[in-house]
């Protein structure tokens, strides 16, 4: 690739594409987003844009992406393929990938080194939270699968920081997917800045010669009449419930169109009622949970089979034994049909939905064809994936699991190196069959992939086509799609083809998004060509306006809080972001604060300790406080008013935690910064020498008295002592040994030493 050789990209690496180039052309231009149908060639569009940026612009590359199998796939691409600073061999430090288990020290050294750099966003925001570095010198954001960014994902709070920050920005958003609402699509370019749209489809004349034939069949199967019998059952007992809701005086579909809207229609008048203390509100409201179970039991047996459903029972079941349980899970696992029905799932040998069947002599046909060939089955459960792969084990085909990495109930996902590992043995070839969850369904890249099947249709357009993408990416593939006769999964196909023809046809006239974005200035756009930019970045740097003390330290677990962003915003404070053993916000050495959306805070009385959570917060400080977010806490769920009053009075009289009451997360980040000024301003009054707490074991007599010395909280109180082990040690140690405990510095050093030898 002649035309590229002086612009970083490796000679002979990809092929030239006028739409790529074109595309590519438009792009560094200005922020845009990339709309091109999967297989061809959206990394290789940001690779030559990434080019572009680093021989004209230079700076950092940052590219995020959704899962971490997907982030992997482009540090191995870009590693392979780019020249950084036009060297032959490229230093394996310029290419970097984060991920939340690199320690953060490292990240940070990482991030100073490297000049392209390749993350999930959740990482990068994390970090940019707890200001490990900036965003000042990144000259291109890269954002994969962009229809993310969307409501609090953090691809939104990404872009808004990189805009703050960047002194030359620019922004390539990709996606194969944007959704059929163009209301959706105006959000997505709002949220990233985007100003321009480049969008192409299967049948545009500059990409049809590169389109490769994918042939979709769907296969129809047959519903048994055992499990038929078993869906009039649950049909039977949500038409009772509905019934129940309808006496109630709510307006309720009947069960055969009982959609997800309808039900959301029926949630909104029991909010509407609950709102206004309507005791049928709460009822409603229990009501409306059992029938969503009853539902999510139907769609199971319709699209996933008897062992599925079967499962779910027994789950049900083990919910209603929990003494924590539901009213709604409680008299749902009374009711003698449910009792009789989970009876009966017991002696369910066999699965009674043939699926498994059909995909056995599926796999078996293309294999004993095409013995080279690659299949990924997509299932939307574990438990299906699970029966998927022992059926296939059992005819002799070697399948894996492809999963995300969260436990559920007793099953445990795969780790980040077991992921990588999986598709790596899967694309050398190691095993034929990829049986996945939707984490396989976004970006990945298996070039032999040639048949793709569905063991259930979705109603997302979206995902429908992110399936279908991982097929006829290199060469003709085929998509097989099983469809239960007769049930929801034939609906959903019809749903989900026409939502594609939407969007399809909303694609071909997204050329030019009414979005103006305030982002790049007329003087910082490329003058362009691919090959010929000119800038010079007027340098910037934002530093915090404040004074080092005035800090508010956040637990890592609320950084998907929008409080943490608002925090974040304000100039005037500095924000670290660490782990806390007790309360979500740390100001100064003694205030500790608990945060609570109402509805949490009902949950957590109702279901979980809260007293106990929130009492051993406030006995490991002396300023324990509780924020409540919501405007109604008694409107949450049917519990007797005075029963929150009760804990609400044990709360702030008996454990002494000052309670306020907000209305959102903006409210709350400007409480916490007037509570950040009294506490770390000027004293009102002669505070209290040391707050009487009672304690139940040695070890926290000696902390308390350790955290009498001023500016050591519990937290510096517990490293000194474990440090040098007893009480008198740490006084009789020298300020040059005290500093050597992490989190002591020289003022707290100089106080701990000179107060233990100073006469009275």
Known sequence: MNYLSHSFIKPESIERREYQLSIAASVLQENSMVVLPTGLGKTAIALIVTASRLLNAGGKIVMVAPTKPLVEQHYQFFSKYLRVNGAEETSSDQFTMFTGATPNKKRIQQWQNATCIFATPQVIKNDCLAGRYRLNDVSLLIVDECHRAVGNYAYVFIAEEYFRQADNPLLLAMTASPGSNLEKVQEICGNLMVSRVESRTDTDPDVKPYIHEREISYLSVPLPEKLENIIKTLNQLLASRLSMLSGLGFTVASPEK?????????????????????????????????????????????????????????????????????KASIRLSQDPEFQELAYQAQGWQEELLQKPEYIVKIVQKQIAEFPDSRIIVFATFRDTVNLIVKKLADAGIESHRFVGQSTRDTEKGLSQKEQLATLARFREGTFKVLVSTSVGEEGLDVPSTDLVIFYETVPSEIRSIQRKGRTGRHGAGNIIVLVTKGTADETYRWISQSREKSMLKGISSLKKVPYNSPSVPAEKKQQMSINDFSCEPEKKIREYDCEPEKKIIADDRETSSAVVEWLHKNDTIALEITRLEYGDYAIGNQMLVERKTARDFVDTLVERDLLGQIKRMADSCEHPVLIIEGTDIYAQRNIAPNAI????????????????????????????????????????????????????????????????????????????????????????????????????????????????????
């Open 645 to 760: 009053r009760g804990a609400l009075a044990v709360i702030s009289v008996q454990f002494g935690v000052s309670v306020f009451m907000v209305t959102g997360p903006e409210e709350t980040a400007e409480m916490l910064c007037v509570l950040m000024n009294r506490e770390l301003g000027e004293p009102s009054g002669r505070p209290s020498m040391h707050h009487h707490k009672s304690y139940r074991s040695e070890r926290e007599q000696l902390e308390y008295i350790l955290s009498a010395f001023p500016g050591i909280g519990p937290r510096q109180a517990r490293s000194l002592l474990e440090h040098f082990g007893s009480l008198s040690a740490v006084i009789s140690a020298s300020e040059e040994e005290l500093r050597n405990v992490e989190g002591i510095g020289q003022k707290i050093s100089g106080v701990i030493y000179t107060l233990s030898g100073k006469k009275y």
């Open 258 to 326: 009982l959609s997800m809207k309808a039900m959301n229609a029926i949630s909104a008048q029991v909010q509407a009622r609950i709102k206004e203390r309507d005791q049928s509100g709460f009822i409603g409201a229990s009501i409306h949970a059992e029938c969503m179970k009853l539902r999510h039991a139907i769609s199971l047996a319709e699209t996933q089979g008897s062992e599925p459903l079967r499962h779910y029972l027994f789950k049900l079941q083990a919910e209603a034994a929990d003494p924590k349980a539901s």
